[in-house]
């Protein structure tokens, strides 16, 4: 446990006795604004890391497969630092942090956006789907947040991606939903417990949002998969689906000072989409 007055205002290497939360940002302490995104690949996550970076941030992401990182190296700005990482291993976590440790000296913001869905009805049960969706979703959210703590500084901001499914019937996603709910269970206490440093945890909750999760998920209910997602996006009450880049001005919103009293709460970015009875 971190002492309410001892661990209260240090920051970032370079930086002494002023916290980031409390409006003073020089020259340099806006230099020093340094993101960690899991899942920054693709989707929601990639439009994170794009945002960030054109605000100044120094970004990291993780992605897991070899293509997607790939693709990442090769389109993302050079600047992004890329980093291949399974989700489901402790073991990759603890390299993540280490080589973010050792690139950037310390965390301002954490987003932990990887996550996976494994739509599949009851009579299909399979364990290994459920224990994957559970790992990704859930356990390593809270283990990256846990190793990822000793560099966050004092006044920094955690972000995790839920989704409003969570909450919300949704036929198929019954472990996805879990999983996600577990997170949204958890993030009272951690808000209550990271308090004493200022440190802010908040959920994003999108709703069907238009990326390669989105699509591959379609694509497996419906052959026309533009047709299915049209559709989708005529019953959304904005009257359309949402994009990454909804998502990506939320989390940044909650990483910002403008959101330095906000925490222990859900966002949801959905045109609306969940609202009805
Ligand atoms: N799209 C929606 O409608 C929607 C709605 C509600 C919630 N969400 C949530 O939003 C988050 C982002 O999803 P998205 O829609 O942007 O999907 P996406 O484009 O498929 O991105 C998923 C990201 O998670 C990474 N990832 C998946 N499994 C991983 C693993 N085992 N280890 C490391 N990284 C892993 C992927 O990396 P690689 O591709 O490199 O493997 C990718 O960067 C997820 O948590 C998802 O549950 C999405």
Redesign the pocket.
């Given at each position: 446990m971190v002492s309410p007055v001892a661990g209260l205002y240090p920051v970032a290497a370079g930086h002494h006795g002023r916290g980031i939360n409390e409006h003073n940002f020089g020259v340099n302490a806006m230099s020093a604004r340094t993101a960690l995104i899991?899942?920054?690949?693709?989707?929601?996550?990639?439009a994170t890391a794009l945002s960030l970076h054109e605000r100044g941030y120094r970004v990291a992401?993780?992605?897991?497969?070899d293509e997607?990182?790939a693709r990442?190296r090769q389109e993302l700005p050079e600047e992004i630092l890329v980093l291949q990482?399974?989700?489901?291993s402790l073991t990759d976590i603890d390299r993540v942090v280490a080589e973010v440790g050792a690139e950037f000296g310390h965390l301002t913001t954490l987003f932990l956006?990887?996550?996976?869905?494994r739509p599949m009805s009851l009579d299909t049960w399979d364990e290994a789907a459920y224990d994957?969706v559970f790992?990704?979703?859930t356990k390593?959210v809270f283990y990256t947040l846990v190793k990822a703590l000793p560099l966050l500084t004092d006044g920094g901001s955690v972000i995790v991606?839920?989704?409003?499914?969570a909450t919300r019937s949704l036929t198929g996603n019954v472990i996805?939903a879990g999983s996600?709910a577990a997170i949204l269970g958890m993030i009272p206490t951690l808000a209550l417990e990271l308090a004493p440093r200022h440190i802010r945890i908040n959920a994003v909750?999108?709703?069907?949002?238009?990326?390669?999760?989105?699509r591959?998920g379609v694509g497996q209910a419906f052959d026309d998969v533009e047709g299915a997602l049209a559709a989708m996006a005529d019953s959304n009450p904005f009257g359309r689906l949402?994009r990454?880049e909804d998502?990506a001005g939320t989390v940044a919103y909650l990483a910002s000072d403008d959101a330095a009293y906000v925490t222990g709460q859900e966002i949801v970015v959905s045109g609306g989409a969940g609202l009805a009875i």
């Open positions: 899991t899942g920054g690949t693709s989707g929601i996550g990639r992401i993780t992605g897991q497969r997607s990182v990442a990482a399974n989700a489901r956006n990887a996550g996976t869905n994957e790992d990704v979703n390593c991606t839920v989704g409003i499914g996805a996600h909750s999108p709703g069907m949002t238009d990326t390669p999760m989105t591959a949402g990454p998502v």
